[in-house]
């Protein structure tokens, strides 16, 4: 089982600013690693797949990188519609995969 | 626009049964994979079931739910279901349908995902 362990828990920085999410895998996933927002009572959607990849529709701001077992989903500069949950997944065994616990962003 | 609707949701008894569904419409639903992810109230995902795409030949189910879930696919009718037997307190939580990024393979990456239907095993 592949362990990903996301921090901080809870991130709280104010609109404009860069925000930075980190997502540890318990062993290599290569770059096969997705990052997801979901805000309350709505479904998640796709931000990055393979590690740095942008999803259709997806604006400029959100990036990924990272490979082996350190990645980074980092927001440029925050709008108010960008504070959410990210969660990150990985595929490198799939099926399953495995989801992280999740990152709350939130205004502060 | 791509849209995917679950319905089926309820509250249920321990040991007891559902179906959910998922109608799918804006893309050619036979050629993706579909999957069914699920979110306990205030937890994370968790990934519960994925089929192929085309016949559906090809079903993979996460081992919490193995032998007691089964998915589905009637592509005449562009929907995706999941049997649940033997419910127990632990499956509760809300059920997403989610499109597989890639066509014609499971490739572990969801584009689009439904709003989820709410099921509550509880006596």
């Known amino acids: 089982e592949i362990v990903l362990t996301q921090s901080p828990a809870t991130l709280s920085l104010s609109p404009g600013e860069r925000a930075t999410l980190s997502c540890r895998a318990s062993?290599?996933?290569?770059?096969?690693l997705a990052w997801y927002q979901q805000k309350p009572g709505q479904a998640p959607r796709l931000l990055i797949y393979?590690?740095?990849s942008r999803a259709t529709g997806i604006p400029a701001r959100f990036s990924g990188s990272g490979s082996g077992t350190d990645f980074t989903l980092t927001i440029s500069s925050l709008e108010p519609e960008d504070f959410a949950v990210y969660f990150c997944?990985?595929?490198?065994?799939?099926?399953?995969?495995?989801f992280g616990q999740g990152t709350k962003l939130e205004i502060k | 626009e791509v849209q995917l609707l679950e319905s089926g949701g309820a509250l249920v008894q321990p040991g007891g049964s559902l179906r959910l569904s998922c109608a799918a419409s804006?893309?050619?639903?036979?050629?993706?994979?579909m999957s069914w992810i699920r979110q306990a109230p205030g937890k994370g995902l968790e990934w519960v079931s994925s089929?192929?795409?085309?016949?559906?030949?090809?079903?993979y189910y996460a081992d919490s739910v193995k032998g007691r879930f089964t998915i589905s696919r009637d592509n005449s009718k562009d929907t995706l279901y999941l049997q649940m037997n033997s419910l127990r307190a632990e499956d509760t939580a809300v059920y997403y349908c989610?499109?597989?990024?890639?066509?014609?393979?499971?490739?572990?990456?969801?584009?689009?995902w439904g709003q989820g239907t709410l099921v509550t095993v509880s006596s």
């Open positions: 989610a499109k597989d990024r890639r066509y014609s393979i499971s490739s572990g990456n969801f584009d689009y």
């Open positions: 804006g893309f050619t639903f036979s050629t993706y994979a």
């Open positions: 089929i192929s795409a085309s016949n559906g030949a090809n079903t």
């Open positions: 062993q290599s996933v290569s770059t096969y």
């Open positions: 393979d590690a740095s």
């Open positions: 997944q990985q595929r490198s065994n799939w099926p399953p995969g495995s």
